[in-house]
């Protein structure tokens, strides 16, 4: 258990000391969704974690304002691209709702860790899973919930 190597997702507050971790199995997907704080139309961007780094992996949206803004051409609403970000990167929490992660199934609102403004880093790590588990038992200690960690 504290051998076995396994791949989370840290969403990290850098603004506020609030942090959440997420596991993630090898390759698995996980998007972000938000309103495009320009044109205020909906935007869903899936990543894949490949070899320790983040990629983008496609960008979804209706709007031919936003697709302009991004660079794409064509008129259709899916964008595959195949863009490697590196082990983490930084997003802002917008000003208005509905901006999160999807991971499998479930829904995570920035708004669970970060105030409006604030700077949320997304870092892929590889830890051992016992102390994924060790930070998972303190954080529902602290905190009452299974996410957060400090």
């Known amino acids: 258990m504290f051998l076995k190597k396994i791949v989370i997702l840290r969403l990290e507050n850098m603004d506020h000391p609030r942090a959440m971790a997420i596991r993630l199995h090898p390759s698995e997907k ?14 869903i961007e899936e990543f894949e974690v490949e070899q320790g780094a983040i990629v983008l992996k496609w960008v979804r949206t209706k709007s031919s304002a936003v697709m302009e803004y991004y660079g794409f051409e064509d008129g259709g609403e899916f964008h595959p691209l195949n863009r490697r970000l590196g082990a983490l990167f930084i997003i802002r929490r917008g000003m208005g709702e509905g901006q999160g992660l999807i991971v499998r199934d479930e829904k995570i609102y ?25 930070d998972q ?4 200690e602290i905190h009452g919930r299974g996410k957060e960690t400090r």
């Open 110 to 134: 920035l708004s669970e860790i970060g105030e409006k403004g604030d700077r949320i880093r997304l870092r892929v790590e590889s830890v051992t899973l016992g102390k994924y588990l060790l």
């Open 137 to 140: 038992f303190r954080s529902r």
């Open 30 to 43: 996980f998007s972000i969704f938000y309103i495009h704080s320009i044109y205020l139309e909906p935007v």
